[in-house]
């Protein structure tokens, strides 16, 4: 099976801008999870989508959002774009069995975002 | 913040000797996750233990879990120049796959 594959590996933005990042899980995998990645903060978990909804929030303000379509790929997108936005964006999928069973995880390599 | 917290932050050691890195966290997990990461690129899931288990191995990987201290801890046996990475627990406290990821531990296997 192909890997979590995330679209594109780098991008460059100015501040204000917004940007759009698209993730493609594992063939079969529902749920899509993603985190930022900053030296400073660490990973953090930013929402998960299972069969279209969002089932899962992390603390991030309103400008970051996303959706997933209906061959349970997804979008993130960030608005506005600040300086503190920097930081390695990376896509999760899991097969999720069942809602109490314990899943892992699949990561994608990461969407490596600059914000000038 | 329910951020888990590791232990070392980094670790240095020769080829052949093992490794041992902790994870605490804060509250009462479902499960709770290793993942290794190279040089800022995505996670590999390398185990998963339930919180009703106690110890679980993976080749030469061995996870232990104590609920009633909030840790875990990961050993790598006979340790490899190519084990050089960052590795993160990753815990769950309700359904779904909202994970709390640790802040790393920076694995350096000199050969």
């Known amino acids: 099976k192909a890997g979590v594959t995330q679209t594109p590996r780098y991008l460059i933005k100015t501040r204000g801008q917004q940007v759009t990042l698209s993730c493609s899980p594992i063939?079969?995998?529902?749920?899509v999870s993603w985190y930022q990645q900053t030296p400073g903060q660490g990973l953090q978990f930013l929402f998960e989508y299972f069969s279209e909804t969002q089932r899962n929030k992390g603390n991030f303000p309103g400008r970051f959002s996303g959706r997933q379509f209906s061959n349970s790929r997804s979008e993130m997108n960030v608005s506005t774009l600040e300086l503190g936005d920097s930081a390695l964006y990376l896509c999760?999928?899991?097969?999720?069995?069942?809602?109490?069973?314990?899943?892992?995880?699949?990561f994608g390599p990461g969407t490596r975002l600059t914000v000038l | 913040s329910q951020q888990g917290e590791e232990d070392p932050q980094a670790l240095s050691i020769q080829e052949g000797e093992n490794a041992t890195m902790n994870c605490s966290y804060k509250?009462?997990?479902?499960?709770l996750q290793w993942y290794r990461q190279n040089s800022g690129r995505g996670l590999v899931h390398l185990i998963l233990i339930r919180s009703n288990e106690r110890e679980k191995h993976s080749g030469r990987l061995r996870v232990t879990l104590d609920t009633s201290k909030k840790s875990s801890s990961l050993l790598i046996t006979a340790s490899r120049a190519a084990d050089t990475a960052s590795y993160f627990c990753?815990?769950?406290?309700?359904?779904?796959?909202?994970?709390?990821f640790g802040t790393g531990t920076s694995l350096t296997v000199i050969p």
């Open positions: 990753a815990t769950d406290y309700n359904t779904g796959n909202q994970f709390y």
């Open positions: 999760a999928s899991s097969f999720q069995a069942g809602r109490d069973l314990p899943n892992e995880q699949f």
């Open positions: 509250t009462s997990i479902n499960n």
């Open positions: 063939s079969g995998h529902r749920s």
